[in-house]
């Protein structure tokens, strides 16, 4: 089991837009095998700053999940409205360490 960090800088008064986006994103990513384990908004560092962690069945999964979802009527809809909402984004593939839960 690998995971997906995905650390996702919002621009300035966007925040409840890309959440409301979210809300119908997620939902396909994860019929095509994605697991969102949580997703965080900074409270004190850097504003505008939201951290999913996804649990995904391999590393290869980013790229087909990303490919068989992008063809489906809601991705094509929502996916497309995030480029107005984010400044950046920034993806890590990771595993458990041994004292992790």
């Known amino acids: 089991m690998v995971y ?6 919002v621009k300035q008064n966007k925040v409840e837009r ?4 979210l809300s119908h994103i ?7 095998g994605w697991k969102l384990v949580g997703a965080y908004q900074t409270q004190i560092g850097r504003l505008n700053t939201i951290v999913d962690l996804w649990q995904l069945p391999d590393a290869n ?5 990303l490919e068989v979802a992008g063809q489906t009527p809601e991705l094509q809809e929502w996916a497309p ?3 107005e909402c984010l ?3 920034v993806l890590q593939i990771m595993t458990k360490v041994p004292y992790s839960p």
């Open 81 to 83: 409205k995030l480029e």
């Open 61 to 65: 999964a980013v790229q087909s999940v």
């Open 4 to 9: 997906l960090h995905v650390t996702l800088k």
């Open 26 to 32: 997620v939902p396909v990513l994860e019929r095509h």
């Open 87 to 89: 400044e950046d984004e």
């Open 18 to 21: 890309f959440c409301e986006i």
